[in-house]
């Protein structure tokens, strides 16, 4: 499977989750890809310290961008299990290029307005790239929300009144876990001490993308 991860809106959290759902994924016995299709190249460097920290990172990443971005996937497709692709927070050539080869994009949100209002502009990229790419499948993770309170509801029924966009019904909580997991070159589900609840939110998130 190839996926996508992100947004035209930066500050969302999307390479958290794509090196989450690589580790995941990687740990789970699949061959995988990390495609840092970012130009700030956060992806390759959080690999790159988890090949030191750890010994090896468990899983291939190169970085490309633009055309290459495409063409380059399409080579690889058929020598890995998944490909993950983390591309940039905002309308790059990157972001197009992988909506043209993906199976599904993955566009974290967090529940804060600005967030939900850039996706219009992620569903016409979607609307686009599906001229090209028939069965690209869109959905929309709440990622970075609150525990509890009113403004998660209130996004994920402003998120669900977006055409072509799918919302997913796991949500990622705003946890420290994952931020301490990463300084360290690991997923969450890797840090001491562990924390239950971040690892059932990315568990649920890992079936809910890759079905």
Do not use: C, H
């Amino acid at each position: 499977m190839i996926l996508a991860v992100g947004n035209t809106k930066g500050g969302v959290g999307k390479t958290t989750l794509a090196v989450n759902l690589a580790v995941a994924r990687a740990l789970a016995g699949r061959d995988l890809l990390l495609v840092d299709g970012d130009e700030q190249g956060t992806a390759l460097t959080f690999t790159e310290l988890r090949a030191d920290r750890l010994g090896q990172a468990g899983y291939t990443a190169v970085a490309l961008t633009g055309a290459a971005l495409r063409s380059q996937v399409r080579q690889l497709a058929a020598k890995y299990d998944d490909i993950i692709i983390d591309v940039g927070g905002r309308d790059t050539g990157s972001l197009r290029a992988a909506l043209t080869v993906a199976d599904t994009l993955l566009v974290p949100v967090q529940p804060r307005s600005f967030d939900v209002w850039a996706l219009d502009q992620v569903a016409a990229l979607v609307a686009e790239a599906r001229e090209i790419n028939e069965g690209l499948r869109a959905v929309a993770v709440l990622n970075g929300a609150d525990a509890q309170g009113a403004d998660n509801e209130a996004a994920l029924e402003m998120i669900g009144d977006i055409e072509g966009i799918e919302v997913l019904p796991t949500s990622i909580v705003r946890r420290k876990a994952f931020p301490n997991a990463a300084a360290e070159g690991r997923a969450v589900g890797e840090q001491s001490p562990r924390d239950a609840k971040a690892i059932d939110e990315l568990a649920a998130l890992v079936s809910a993308v890759f079905v």
